[in-house]
Every structure is written in C-alpha cells, then in structure tokens.
C-alpha cells in the first residue's frame, strides 16, 4: 500500500510537471482562435537573460517586418528584470498561467499568438498541442533536452515529455541538445546555430554635431564616465576622482544624472567638497579648469559612451545592488569597470571580466586605482575591443532567429 501511494504521488506529480491532457472545455481544437490585428509574438522563458534577447530580435523585427507585441510567460527568476524604456510593445504575464492546463488554455485564447518561442524545452505539451491543433509556428531557443527525473520510481513512472505532432524548429544549445533532437520526428533542428541567444545590441544615437563639439572641447584631457549611479554610491565615485586627480591633473569626470534638478543637487554635493563643476543642460561644454561634468539632460547616454573611453556601471558597488546591462557600453567601444553586486547580469559580466573587457572595484580606492591603470592608452584600447567582441558575438543566431520568425509572420498573413 505504501509502495502504491508512493508510486501515486510521484506519478501525479510529474504528469503536473509535464503537462495533463488538455481540458476538452477550453483546448478543443474547434475553439476558434480570434487574432488580433498586431501579430503576437508569446514566449516563456526562464532568466531575464533569454527576454532581453528576445526583445531585442523583436526590435529587429519591428524596424524590417512591421508592427508587433510580444507577450511572456516566465519563471520566477524574472522578477527582477526591468524592460527598456524602449520596449512599449512588451506585455508581461505571470508564469501562473502557463503551470495550470486550463487557465493556459485560457490565457492562451485571450492572448491568441502568432508564433510561440519555448526557451529551453517545451514545459507544457498540453499548452504545445494547443498551439499545434491551431497550426501555430512553434520555437524551440537555447533547447536543451527534457530534464530526466531523479530516482527510479521518478524515472520509471514519470510520463514521457511529448513534442508536436507537426512540425516545429529548434534552435539547440549543445551537442546533447542536437543528438537529442535528431532523433525526434517533425523537428527542423538549426544545428549549424548551435548556442545560447544574447541580448542584441541596440545603442541608443546621438547627434553628430553635439558630439563633435564636446570631442573638440575635451581634446586635450583624459575622460571616464560614471553612470546609473545610486546615491550612496556618488560619494564613492567622487572619492574617487580625487584620487586620481593626483596623478592625472587633467582628467575629466562625466557623471550622469537623470535630469536638471537632480543635476544641480550633485553639482552642489561636488562643489561644497571642492570641484569645480559644470552642468550640460547650463553650461553646455566643460570649460579647461573643470573636473566634473554633469550630464543632466535628456540626450540619453549614447553621447557620453561615445565620448568616454572608460565607463563605471553603478548600481553595482553597495551590497544588495543588482547592477545594469553592460552591453551597450560594451558595443560603443567603452572599457567597463563595475561593483561585485550585479545580479541577473553576471552571466555578461562574468565574460567580460574573463575577456579582460571589464574590471571589479569594492571600493573608491579600487576604483580610483583602476582609472589610474586606464589612463594607458594601448590598455583602455585592448579593453574596449574585448568588450565590443563579446557585445557582438552571436549575431549569427540572431539572424537566423529573425528569419524563422519573419517567415513564419509572413506565412501568417497569408493563411
């Protein structure tokens, strides 16, 4: 009797894992599916890494196909991911309504998908012959084959993941993955793109002439940038300048700042500890005896990445921090120095620091330190093609993501 229940409960808890059959009152393929005039796009991920991925092929899309929105389901892990400013399209939905078959079933009526992206594995096969019955394009990215359960009652009794009868395309992420899928009917398996997806690029521009004359201003100094600086780590950051002012008598310190109040509120906080200061949104250029330069308007930071060939990421230093994306400082040719508290970016950070793209500070006297080192022209220069490198590769995949999708949206429109 024990054995029995034992063998129940494992049982009962996988076919939760893996997905029951459909609810025949809401997954009945002669539901009619109702899309709506913008094609969506729904993906279930697992790290914030996979959505700012995603995200970016999707930008892409929006620039060479048209109109799109994008919808996720996610796993815990995401929580903390912040979509760009620039992602309007992203709608979010909570992973809850992916784990129950009949609320997916209704999540995915109402949010009536034109492509469908599983990111890993297919977590639901009921939710996947939901799409199948509808012939919905279904993606497979960063596949990985199924986990197997642990133990054997787990592996004996646990059901078979399943995969759709019809066809659908993998993107693998390892050898293992490839030899997984080979073997499976009905896959269009991308091997010669075998990795995992990275964020694209999308650096924000900056006006040309702007540039030009804050380059000619600063021709004669040396420059590095602070930026996403949270308030207890600005004291940090002009410690440290300080301290480097001591060797380099001329270096400069772009700082930025949200807007023009929060800019006056630094620029007074640096001048009563003795630098001389000037703000972009009053005085426009740094003049020869300023030390600190305040970026406090709205250009966004594509300028001052152009402008600096060193940029310290904050959001990074103070424990409990979580850090920003380094990617577009990396991709405009900056060599990266950044705190130990990074959060759902380590995966980037660490393969920038391994590369010698990026550098860790703990403290002001670290930093200080490390912009030091940085002064080295041949240095900053090594470091700053290491991080464009690392911000780039995958491009590949990238491409070849964007096309399964843009042809899938175009077989759309024509059914």
């Not at 700012?52 to 109109?67: F, K, M, N, Q």
């Not at 250029?285 to 060939?309: H, K, M, N, V």
Request: hydrophobic letters at 40%; proline letters at 7%; glycine letters at 6%.
């Amino acid at each position: 009797m024990v054995l029995r229940q034992a063998i129940s409960g494992q049982f009962a808890k996988y076919r939760k894992l893996l997905g029951k059959p459909p609810d025949q009152t809401t997954a009945s393929p002669s539901t009619p599916l109702t899309h709506p005039e913008t094609p969506t796009v729904w993906c279930h991920v697992e790290t914030p890494t996979q959505a700012r991925a995603i995200t970016s092929v999707c930008h892409r899309i929006l620039d060479e196909w048209g109109p799109i929105q994008l919808r996720f389901t996610c796993a815990e892990g995401c929580v903390h991911w912040t979509p760009d400013t620039r992602d309007a399209f992203l709608l979010k939905a909570p992973t809850a309504l992916l784990l129950d078959n009949k609320i997916s079933s209704e999540f995915l009526t109402e949010c009536a998908p034109t492509i469908a992206i599983w990111a890993g594995f297919i977590r639901s096969p009921s939710g996947s012959r939901w799409l199948n019955d509808r012939n919905i394009p279904q993606i497979v990215l960063d596949g990985v084959p199924p986990p197997i359960p642990k133990g054997f009652l787990n592996r004996t009794f646990a059901p078979k993941p399943t995969l759709p009868e019809k066809g659908f395309t993998v993107f693998p992420m390892s050898e293992r993955a490839i030899q997984y899928y080979a073997n499976t009917q009905n896959v269009e398996l991308k091997s010669e793109f075998m990795g995992r997806l990275q964020p694209g690029i999308i650096p924000q521009s900056c006006n040309e002439a702007d540039r030009e004359a804050l380059s000619e201003a600063t021709l004669s100094r040396q420059i590095w940038l602070a930026v996403h600086c949270a308030e207890d780590e600005v004291h940090t950051v002009l410690a440290a300048h300080r301290m480097a002012l001591r060797t380099a008598h001329r270096l400069l310190l772009i700082i930025a700042a949200p807007n023009p109040e929060a800019g006056n509120a630094l620029r007074k906080e640096a001048e009563a500890l003795g630098f001389l200061t000037a703000q972009r949104s009053v005085e426009k250029t740094p003049g020869d005896e300023c030390q600190i330069f305040i970026a406090d308007t709205d250009e966004g930071l594509g300028l001052w990445y152009r402008l600096s060939p060193i940029s310290f990421l904050g959001q990074s230093v103070k424990r409990g921090l979580r850090g920003v994306d380094p990617c577009e400082a990396a991709a405009l040719g900056s060599a990266i120095l950044h705190g130990p508290w990074i959060g759902d970016h380590r995966l980037i950070y660490d393969k920038l620091d391994k590369a010698d793209a990026a550098r860790v500070v703990h403290h002001q006297e670290g930093l200080a330190k490390m912009v030091g080192q940085l002064m080295a022209p041949d240095v900053v220069a090594e470091m700053a093609q290491a991080a464009w490198m690392i911000a780039t590769e995958g491009a590949e995949l990238s491409d070849a993501l964007l096309d399964t999708m843009m042809d899938a949206l175009d077989q759309s429109g024509t059914e």
